[in-house]
């Protein structure tokens, strides 16, 4: 019965994107976060500070406040990187990620994030399927 923490959540991530926009005119994408971050320029250096709070977030709800410890899955090292780089191909290709397309640009109303958020649900869709359906005997 803790809706209330994905309600919260949630709260946090729009406020964040409205601040974000608000007050330095940028749109909330963690692809383009992280990218613009590693470009070093002085100027960019909020992007360190938001990336920096996304990490103490996860890591403040998952040792102070979880009220019980996230499940961990067995996943192969190589696996990871592949879907990795699956995942940065897909938002260069896309234009950006789910958070930038999903929570930014579904709030402007963007036809395009709508395409690209359905487009990242039906994969996520059809990949679960396949993983855990077709390939159960892996």
């Known amino acids: 019965m803790e809706w209330w923490y994905g309600l919260f959540g949630g709260i946090l991530i729009g406020l ?5 926009l608000a ?6 994408g963690i692809s383009g976060m992280v990218n613009g971050a590693i470009t070093f320029a002085v100027a960019e250096s909020w992007r360190w500070l ?7 977030g996860g890591l403040l709800y998952e ?6 410890p996230t ?3 067995p996943f192969a090292p190589a696996t990871m990187v592949v879907a990795g780089l699956l995942v940065g191909f897909g938002t260069r290709m896309g234009n950006g990620c ?6 930014c640009g579904l709030g402007r109303l963007s036809g395009r994030s709508l395409v690209a958020v359905l487009t ?3 994969a996520g869709i059809v990949t679960v399927f ?8 892996v």
């Open 130 to 137: 396949i993983t855990r359906h077709l390939l159960s005997w």
């Open 63 to 68: 040792y102070a406040l979880a009220p019980q």
């Open 50 to 56: 938001f990336l920096l709070g996304l990490v103490a």
């Open 23 to 28: 007050f330095n005119g940028r749109i909330v």
């Open 98 to 103: 789910t958070s930038g397309h999903g929570v």
């Open 120 to 122: 990242f649900m039906a």
């Open 16 to 20: 964040s994107a409205t601040l974000l």
């Open 71 to 73: 499940p961990t899955y």
